[in-house]
C-alpha cells in the first residue's frame, strides 16, 4: 500500500496539532506547517516547517519537496483568537487571512494536491439571524445573503468562495468545514487569544471555593461548543467524503455562557459568585443545525459538553497549579522539538 501523506498548517495551534496526532495514529506521513511549535508539547509530525504563510514562496515551500503520493492539505493556519481579538483587529485579520489563504490555494493548485480543506467558521453566518438567545439553528445555507461577522467573518467567507471557484475552474478538490466554537485540552487558554470554554475554566480556576468569576455581558448570550476530537473526526470524515460544499461541524446543544460557568464550577467542585461586566460579546445567539452533517457523514459530534469541560478544566486548572511558564498563553513555543526545520 503506497504511504498515505498529509500537510496540516497551523499545526502549532490548537486544532491543527490534535488533527496532527489523529493523522499519525491514522497512519498518515505528517508535514506540519505553522509560524511557531505547538506550545504545550511537541507535535507528532514527521517533519515540521517553521513558514510564514502570509508569502507565496513560504507557501510553495510548505508544499515543496513531498514526493509522489496523493497529498492532502488540511488549511487551519489563520490569524484568529476570541471575540475581544477578532472584533480588535480587523484590519490585521483579514490582512493576514486573506494572504495566507489566497497564496496557500494557488500553491496547492500549482503542486497538484490531491484534496484540500479549508477551515472555515460558524461567524460566516449572518448577524440578522443571530439576534435572540433562544436562535434557530444554522443551516449551511443560511450564510446568504450575506452579513457575516465583521473582518473575520468575512475573509473566512471570501475564503469559501475561492474554494469553490478552485474546484469549479481548475478541478481542484476543496472542502470547507465551518467550525462551531471548538475547545478543549492544549489551546489557548489565556492572553487574549482564548476563546469562552478556556477562558471560563481559567476563571474558575483561578477563584477561590466561593470567590467571584467575572463573565463578559449578562450571561444570557448563548452558543453550541464542539469538542476538540469531534471536530478531529469530522474534519477527517469530511476530507474523505465527496461533499464540495460547506458544512458545519459543531454541536446543536445551546447553553447560555452562565450555564457554561455553572457546568465548569461543577465539574471544579466549586461554588463560584458570577459577577457579569462589560466585555466584547459577539452575536446573541448561535448553534448549529446538523441536518445537512447527518445525511452527508452519518455522523455528528456528541461528545457530551461535561465530558469535554471535564477534560479541558483538568488541563487548564493543572497548568495553573504548576504556574507553567505559558500561564500567560502567549509562549514563544514548545522549544525541545526535536524535529526537521527549514527555517
Ligand atoms: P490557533 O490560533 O490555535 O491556530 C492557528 C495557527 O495558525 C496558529 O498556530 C498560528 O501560529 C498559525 N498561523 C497564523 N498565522 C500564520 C502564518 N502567517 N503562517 C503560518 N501559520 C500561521 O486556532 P485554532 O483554534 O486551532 O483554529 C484553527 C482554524 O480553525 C483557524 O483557521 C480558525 O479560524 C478556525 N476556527 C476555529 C474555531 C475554534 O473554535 N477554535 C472556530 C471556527 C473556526
Known amino acids: 500500500m503506497t504511504e498515505r501523506r498529509a500537510i496540516v498548517t497551523g499545526a502549532g495551534g490548537f486544532i491543527g496539532h490534535h488533527l496532527v496526532r489523529r493523522l499519525k495514529a491514522d497512519g498518515f506521513w505528517v508535514r506540519g506547517v505553522d509560524l511557531k511549535y505547538p506550545e504545550f508539547e511537541a507535535s507528532a509530525a514527521d517533519e515540521f516547517f517553521l513558514l510564514d504563510l502570509r508569502r507565496s514562496a513560504q507557501c510553495a515551500e510548505a508544499l515543496a519537496r513531498i514526493g509522489e503520493a496523493d497529498i492532502a492539505v488540511y488549511h487551519l493556519a489563520a490569524n484568529t483568537g476570541g471575540i475581544a481579538f477578532i472584533e480588535r483587529h480587523k484590519a490585521l485579520i483579514t490582512h493576514d487571512n486573506v494572504l495566507i489563504d489566497t497564496h496557500l490555494l494557488e500553491a496547492a493548485r500549482k503542486a497538484g494536491v ?186 455528528e459530534p456528541l461528545t457530551p459538553l461535561e465530558e469535554g469541560l471535564r477534560h479541558t478544566y483538568r488541563w487548564v486548572a493543572d497548568r495553573i497549579a504548576t504556574g507553567s511558564r505559558d500561564a500567560a498563553g502567549i509562549s514563544g513555543g514548545h522549544r525541545d522539538q526535536p524535529l526537521a526545520v527549514t527555517r
Request: charged share 25%; aromatic share 10%.
Open 114 to 299: 490531491a484534496r484540500f480543506l479549508f477551515a472555515s467558521s460558524a461567524c460566516v453566518y449572518p448577524a440578522y439571524l443571530q439576534q435572540d438567545a433562544n436562535v434557530a439553528p444554522l443551516r449551511e445555507g443560511d450564510a446568504y445573503p450575506a452579513d457575516p461577522e465583521d473582518g473575520y467573518g468575512w475573509e473566512k467567507l471570501f475564503a469559501e468562495r475561492e474554494c469553490r471557484h478552485y474546484w469549479e475552474d481548475y478541478g481542484l478538490e476543496t472542502r470547507v468545514a465551518r467550525f462551531h466554537n471548538v475547545y478543549g485540552p492544549l489551546g489557548a487558554y489565556a492572553g487574549g487569544r482564548e476563546k469562552s470554554p478556556a477562558a471560563m475554566c481559567r476563571k474558575v480556576a483561578q477563584a477561590a471555593d466561593g470567590g467571584e468569576v467575572e463573565i463578559w455581558g449578562d450571561g444570557a448570550q448563548t452558543r453550541s461548543y464542539c469538542y476538540v476530537d469531534d471536530c478531529v473526526e469530522g474534519i477527517r470524515r469530511l476530507m474523505d467524503s465527496e461533499h464540495r460544499t460547506p458544512l458545519n461541524i459543531g454541536q446543536e446543544r445551546l447553553v447560555s455562557i452562565d450555564e457554561l460557568v455553572d457546568i465548569v464550577a461543577h465539574v471544579a467542585g466549586k461554588r463560584v459568585v458570577k459577577r457579569h461586566i462589560p466585555g466584547a460579546l459577539g452575536v446573541r445567539g448561535r448553534t448549529s443545525d446538523n441536518s445537512r452533517l447527518r445525511a452527508v457523514l452519518g455522523w
